[in-house]
């Protein structure tokens, strides 16, 4: 038996390396190093159009050619290859495109515009080119798991880029890339809730079945209609993918800091690898993929259709709102004062159960929330008063107001706010420990101000911060997340805003400044830190060991096990070293010597 199925092994992949060669893309020499690209348009061995007419039969019609969203605004999309005008989705367009939701449920549109190349934008003029950019050429808008394996099984056999997309929300463009054939996972909304769960491990509280397709607000929404109600761990962000990307690369967010991470929760994954096989994965079956998948990345091992998470009892939360901005004072210190008061206790909010949100940009500070789970109005006021105590002596003024609510979901709506997509900006982070600020409050704060002022003389920057610990009093979870975060205490992502116009060079440069300005700073008041693989710097230097820690050499075994062609790819996940994009920003290749 063993015999027959290695003879059988050896025999398919035989048939696998004929396949591929006959389906190699080009071969280019950059700087003396040979790639190996993936299949793309202008190659001769890019599908035909027979070709995908028989993949749009396999998934029962559910191929679509992928339109940019702006495309109905101009009068032809690549050169007049398709006609897209339409006066009434061009206004329809024009109305959404700062709504998270109309834009995540969109088949191909990205957040970001930066990583679609800026291209086919909304506008007033039909006669304005509408060109494909960075963004892929069909879409399966997949609705059964038999669609996803098509799509995948396709992709791996004609060697095309393949890119999973889900809500499109990714800071990092992972959703996004040029030339590929994208399977959107963005309609798998099924969710059940389970009073005691049975399965594998140790769990045996309530968990709930959710489709990856499922956002954060709904899935929270949802929760909240069980009776007794119940909660989970997701994100700030109403919108973002909760089952797709958000675990995959660990996911936190207001109950963290007594919870955990959102895939410190997961009990089991159902997916499809890249083979097209489905497969279980949790404590029983597959431990190796179910540790992976838990923070090891985004579209690195496997594509997830649905996942089972543990539920926890909805408890009374209290929020506290703080504005430092231009109608309090126009003084920079001050201001920065405020602001070193504030960040320099995050250690203290985080031994309490906390979590804070915040932005921080030139002259504004908004808190929004502080979190207070478990906690009443007069629990969360007694709580920060070194805070308020601190404010207060220094005459850093502002305003602040504490609410309370039974529950956190009621919490959650009031006292959480949306954020506007469609913003043009090069992003990087850092995540301080516990130890970072005990050490070096005060260089942490003036780091994250650097970032939040104007990171060069054109520029400005803006950063969104975190206070944030998954190691609080909760079991620490195994799982592939880098255990710096079971000691952090402050997670900031930084990003430098741009306009949209600026060249290819202007970008990289702009980029190098994150990396190596910012990025600089941040590392250097964080040594004791980490990095963040859903909200951090593409250029990360020594990405691995930043994103992952101790738990990369594990991961990259994984992945060698599970995609070793690389079928999936997104920059700075295992196993991904010798891949590059190149011709600016455009070919996936692989180099081969
Ligand atoms: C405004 C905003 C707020 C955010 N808030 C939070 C937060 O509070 N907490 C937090 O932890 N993160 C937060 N994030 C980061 C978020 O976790 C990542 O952007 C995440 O990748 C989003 O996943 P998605 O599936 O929604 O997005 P997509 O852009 O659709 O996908 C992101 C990545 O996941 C992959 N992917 C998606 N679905 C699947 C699947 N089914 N199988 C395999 N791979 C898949 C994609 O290929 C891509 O690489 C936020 C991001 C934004 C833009
Ligand atoms: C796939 O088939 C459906 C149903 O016949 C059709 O509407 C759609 O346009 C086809 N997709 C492509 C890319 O031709
Ligand atoms: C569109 O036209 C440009 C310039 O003529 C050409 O380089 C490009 O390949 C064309 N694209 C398509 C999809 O035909
Ligand atoms: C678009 O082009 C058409 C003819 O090619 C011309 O009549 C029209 O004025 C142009 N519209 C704009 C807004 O420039
Ligand atoms: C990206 O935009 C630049 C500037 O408009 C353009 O020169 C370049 O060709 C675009 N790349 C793609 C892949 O569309
Ligand atoms: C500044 O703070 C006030 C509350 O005191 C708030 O109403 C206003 O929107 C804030 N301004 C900015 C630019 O955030
Ligand atoms: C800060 O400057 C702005 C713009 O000049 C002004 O409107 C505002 O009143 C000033 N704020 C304070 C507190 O003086
Ligand atoms: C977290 O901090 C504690 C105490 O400071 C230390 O013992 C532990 O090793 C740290 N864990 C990690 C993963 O750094």
């Given at each position: 038996?063993?015999?027959?199925?290695?003879?059988?092994?050896?025999?398919?992949?035989?048939?696998?390396?004929?396949?591929?060669?006959?389906?190699?893309?080009?071969?280019?020499?950059?700087?003396?190093?040979?790639?190996?690209?993936?299949?793309?348009?202008?190659?001769?061995?890019?599908?035909?159009?027979?070709?995908?007419?028989?993949?749009?039969?396999?998934?029962?019609?559910?191929?679509?050619?992928?339109?940019?969203?702006?495309?109905?605004?101009?009068?032809?999309?690549?050169?007049?290859?398709?006609?897209?005008?339409?006066?009434?989705?061009?206004?329809?367009?024009?109305?959404?495109?700062?709504?998270?939701?109309?834009?995540?449920?969109?088949?191909?549109?990205?957040?970001?515009?930066?990583?679609?190349?800026?291209?086919?934008?909304?506008?007033?003029?039909?006669?304005?080119?509408?060109?494909?950019?960075?963004?892929?050429?069909y879409?399966?808008?997949?609705?059964?798991?038999?669609?996803?394996?098509?799509?995948?099984?396709?992709?791996?056999?004609?060697?095309?880029?393949?890119?999973?997309?889900?809500?499109?929300?990714?800071?990092?463009?992972?959703?996004?890339?040029?030339?590929?054939?994208?399977?959107?996972?963005?309609?798998?909304?099924?969710?059940?809730?389970?009073?005691?769960?049975?399965g594998?491990?140790?769990?045996?509280?309530?968990?709930?079945v959710?489709?990856?397709?499922?956002?954060?607000?709904?899935?929270?929404?949802?929760?909240?209609?069980?009776?007794?109600?119940?909660?989970?761990?997701?994100?700030?962000?109403p919108?973002?993918?909760?089952?797709?990307?958000?675990?995959?690369?660990?996911?936190?967010?207001?109950?963290?800091?007594?919870?955990?991470?959102?895939?410190?929760?997961?009990?089991?994954?159902?997916a499809?690898?890249?083979?097209?096989?489905?497969?279980?994965?949790?404590?029983?079956?597959?431990?190796?993929?179910?540790?992976?998948?838990?923070?090891?990345?985004?579209?690195?091992f496997?594509?997830?259709?649905?996942?089972?998470?543990k539920?926890?009892?909805?408890?009374?939360?209290?929020?506290?709102?703080?504005?430092?901005?231009?109608?309090?004072?126009?003084?920079?210190e001050?201001?920065?004062?405020?602001?070193?008061?504030?960040?320099?206790?995050?250690?203290?909010?985080?031994?309490?159960?906390?979590?804070?949100?915040?932005?921080?940009?030139?002259?504004?500070?908004?808190?929004?929330?502080?979190?207070?789970?478990?906690?009443?109005?007069?629990?969360?006021?007694?709580?920060?008063?070194?805070?308020f105590?601190?404010?207060?002596?220094?005459?850093?003024?502002?305003?602040?107001?504490?609410?309370?609510?039974?529950?956190?979901?009621?919490?959650?709506?009031?006292?959480?706010?949306?954020?506007?997509?469609?913003?043009?900006?090069?992003?990087g982070?850092?995540?301080?420990?516990?130890?970072?600020?005990?050490?070096?409050?005060?260089?942490?704060?003036?780091?994250?101000?650097?970032?939040?002022?104007?990171?060069?003389?054109?520029?400005?920057?803006i950063?969104?911060?975190?206070?944030?610990?998954?190691?609080?009093?909760v079991?620490?979870?195994?799982?592939?997340?880098?255990?710096?975060?079971?000691?952090?205490?402050?997670?900031?992502?930084?990003?430098?805003?741009?306009?949209?116009?600026?060249s290819?060079?202007?970008?990289?440069?702009?980029?190098?400044?994150?990396?190596?300005?910012?990025?600089?700073?941040?590392?250097?008041?964080?040594?004791?830190?980490?990095?963040?693989?859903?909200?951090?710097?593409?250029?990360?230097?020594?990405?691995?060991?930043?994103?992952?820690?101790?738990?990369?050499?594990?991961?990259?075994?994984?992945?060698?096990?599970?995609?070793?062609?690389?079928?999936?790819?997104?920059?700075?996940?295992?196993?991904?070293?010798?891949?590059?994009?190149?011709?600016?920003?455009?070919?996936l290749?692989?180099?081969?010597?």
């Open positions: 038996m063993a015999r027959t199925s290695s003879l059988l092994v050896a025999l398919l992949a035989a048939f696998d390396s004929a396949v591929a060669a006959q389906w190699k893309g080009e071969v280019k020499k950059v700087d003396g190093v040979t790639y190996q690209c993936k299949c793309y348009s202008d190659n001769a061995c890019w599908p035909t159009t027979a070709d995908w007419k028989a993949l749009n039969t396999t998934v029962d019609g559910a191929l679509q050619l992928a339109i940019p969203p702006g495309a109905p605004c101009h009068k032809k999309f690549e050169n007049g290859t398709v006609s897209t005008f339409d006066e009434a989705a061009c206004a329809e367009v024009k109305a959404n495109w700062f709504n998270e939701q109309w834009l995540t449920d969109h088949p191909i549109a990205n957040l970001w515009p930066l990583y679609t190349n800026n291209t086919c934008l909304p506008t007033d003029d039909p006669n304005s080119s509408c060109t494909r950019g960075m963004y892929g050429v879409v399966v808008v997949a609705k059964t798991k038999a669609q996803i394996k098509a799509g995948i099984d396709f992709a791996r056999k004609r060697n095309l880029r393949l890119i999973i997309r889900n809500t499109g929300h990714d800071f990092m463009g992972r959703s996004t890339g040029y030339g590929s054939l994208i399977i959107n996972t963005h309609s798998f909304k099924d969710v059940k809730f389970v009073k005691k769960y049975s594998p491990g140790d769990w045996t509280g309530s968990a709930a959710v489709g990856a397709g499922v956002q954060g607000r709904e899935l929270y929404r949802q929760a909240f209609a069980q009776k007794p109600p119940v909660v989970i761990v997701g994100g700030e962000c919108t973002v993918g909760w089952g797709g990307g958000y675990i995959q690369g660990g996911g936190h967010g207001p109950l963290t800091t007594i919870y955990g991470m959102g895939a410190d929760n997961v009990l089991s994954f159902d499809i690898t890249v083979e097209g096989e489905y497969v279980t994965a949790n404590a029983y079956e597959n431990p190796d993929l179910f540790w992976a998948l838990k923070g090891g990345g985004p579209s690195t496997a594509v997830v259709v649905s996942l089972t998470v539920t926890f009892p909805e408890i009374p939360t209290a929020g506290t709102t703080i504005n430092i901005n231009s109608t309090h004072t126009n003084d920079t001050v201001f920065n004062k405020g602001f070193h008061i504030f960040h320099n206790l995050a250690n203290h909010y985080v031994e309490n159960g906390m979590f804070v949100y915040f932005e921080v940009s030139p002259g504004r500070l908004h808190i929004a929330p502080i979190v207070g789970p478990r906690m009443d109005e007069k629990k969360l006021n007694e709580v920060l008063k070194p805070l105590d601190q404010l207060d002596a220094a005459k850093i003024p502002h305003d602040r107001h504490t609410k309370a609510f039974p529950t956190f979901f009621e919490f959650y709506i009031d006292m959480f706010e949306d954020e506007q997509p469609n913003q043009n900006s090069v992003v982070g850092r995540l301080f420990t516990h130890k970072d600020l005990d050490d070096n409050a005060d260089k942490v704060a003036d780091a994250i101000l650097f970032a939040s002022n104007h990171p060069t003389p054109e520029t400005i920057g950063s969104i911060g975190h206070i944030v610990d998954p190691g609080h009093g079991p620490v979870a195994d799982n592939a997340i880098n255990p710096k975060w079971r000691n952090s205490s402050s997670f900031v992502i930084t990003n430098i805003l741009m306009t949209g116009l600026e290819w060079e202007e970008k990289k440069q702009l980029e190098d400044v994150q990396t190596n300005v910012v990025g600089k700073k941040l590392r250097e008041a964080g040594p004791d830190g980490a990095t963040y693989v859903n909200e951090g710097d593409l250029n990360e230097p020594n990405w691995q060991e930043s994103y992952w820690g101790a738990n990369y050499p594990k991961l990259l075994q994984i992945r060698k096990k599970w995609d070793p062609k690389g079928v999936l790819y997104t920059k700075t996940t295992p196993g991904t070293e010798d891949w590059e994009v190149l011709d600016y920003g455009t070919k290749c692989k180099k081969v010597q």
